[in-house]
């Protein structure tokens, strides 16, 4: 199989060794703000923890901090938060920290492989390029990985939104190339599902976003097939792809 797909850090490092390209979906809300922020002109360092670790790693990458959604400020508005990285002010460099989609990239990025974040804004170009590029064949495997969210206990909790994206870039594969069983049935979820828009806002991270105060996110995430901007991490950064 030359087109696989998995959940979380766990089976990103699992596959990344195997895979030339390792596409990261986190559609509430990493990979949807990489793809906001980069469009803007900035470059996106992704960085694990949200702690003091991550102001000194953007102190030395000479980068802006985001902060948690609910510590943004007139004077600091950088957060995960899509909406607020496309109001705010646009700074060259930006440390996005985040416990799944950052994490799944540092993993496959590890491995070696290349890394592009995709979500459901940008999903046919992602798609496009990686076809282009001859990703998913046997001498350039491809993995997608969902990220998934995290229960009280820091397991897995499989995400709705994130299989949904997934399986968007994978159906764009499905006619003609190898893909896994778990990557086929991600692909036939987006195929069949009507109204996607529909399923962010009612999936249980959507109505977590609006519970927080937050449902301008969900919108933008449902801005679905709007971006022709492909982010790829490069030394350290995700940043638009020549």
Same mark, same amino acid.
């Given at each position: 199989m030359t087109?696989?797909?998995?959940?979380?850090?766990?089976?990103?490092?699992?596959?990344?060794?195997?895979?030339?390209?390792?596409?990261?979906?986190?559609?509430?809300?990493f990979?949807?703000?990489v793809g906001?922020a980069?469009?803007?002109?900035t470059?996106?360092?992704p960085?694990?923890?949200?702690?003091?670790t991550?102001?000194?790693?953007?102190?030395?990458k000479?980068a802006v901090?985001a902060?948690?959604?609910?510590?943004?400020?007139?004077?600091?508005p950088?957060?995960?938060?899509?909406?607020?990285?496309?109001?705010?002010? &646009?700074?060259?460099?930006?440390?996005?920290?985040?416990?799944?989609?950052?994490?799944i990239?540092?993993?496959?990025?590890?491995?070696?492989?290349?890394?592009v974040a995709?979500s459901l804004?940008n999903?046919?170009?992602?798609a496009?390029?990686?076809?282009d590029?001859?990703?998913?064949?046997?001498?350039?495997?491809?993995a997608?990985?969902?990220?998934?969210e995290?229960?009280?206990?820091?397991?897995l909790?499989?995400?709705l939104?994130d299989?949904?994206?997934?399986?968007a870039?994978?159906s764009?594969?499905?006619?003609?190339?190898?893909?896994t069983?778990?990557?086929?049935?991600?692909?036939?979820?987006w195929d069949?599902?009507?109204?996607?828009?529909?399923v962010?806002?009612g999936?249980?991270?959507g &109505?977590?976003?609006?519970?927080y105060?937050?449902p301008?996110?969900?919108?933008?995430?449902a801005?679905?097939?709007?971006?022709?901007v492909v982010?790829?991490?490069?030394?350290?950064?995700?940043?638009?792809?020549?």
């Amino acid at each position: 199989m030359t087109v696989s797909f998995g959940w979380g850090p766990v089976e990103a490092r699992a596959l990344a060794p195997a895979a030339a390209c390792v596409v990261v979906v986190d559609v509430l809300s990493f990979t949807t703000a990489v793809g906001v922020a980069v469009e803007g002109g900035t470059a996106v360092l992704p960085y694990r923890w949200r702690d003091a670790t991550a102001a000194a790693y953007a102190r030395e990458k000479d980068a802006v901090l985001a902060v948690g959604r609910s510590e943004a400020t007139p004077a600091h508005p950088w957060t995960l938060s899509p909406a607020a990285l496309r109001a705010a002010p &646009r700074p060259p460099r930006l440390v996005l920290p985040s416990p799944n989609g950052s994490t799944i990239a540092a993993e496959a990025a590890s491995g070696g492989a290349r890394v592009v974040a995709a979500s459901l804004r940008n999903h046919s170009a992602v798609a496009r390029r990686l076809a282009d590029r001859g990703y998913g064949t046997a001498d350039r495997p491809l993995a997608v990985i969902a990220s998934g969210e995290r229960w009280p206990d820091g397991s897995l909790r499989p995400a709705l939104e994130d299989l949904l994206g997934a399986g968007a870039v994978l159906s764009a594969f499905v006619r003609t190339h190898t893909l896994t069983p778990e990557a086929t049935a991600a692909a036939t979820l987006w195929d069949a599902t009507e109204d996607p828009v529909a399923v962010l806002h009612g999936c249980d991270s959507g &109505r977590e976003l609006y519970e927080y105060g937050f449902p301008q996110d969900v919108a933008v995430a449902a801005e679905i097939d709007t971006s022709a901007v492909v982010p790829v991490l490069v030394e350290g950064a995700f940043q638009e792809a020549p």
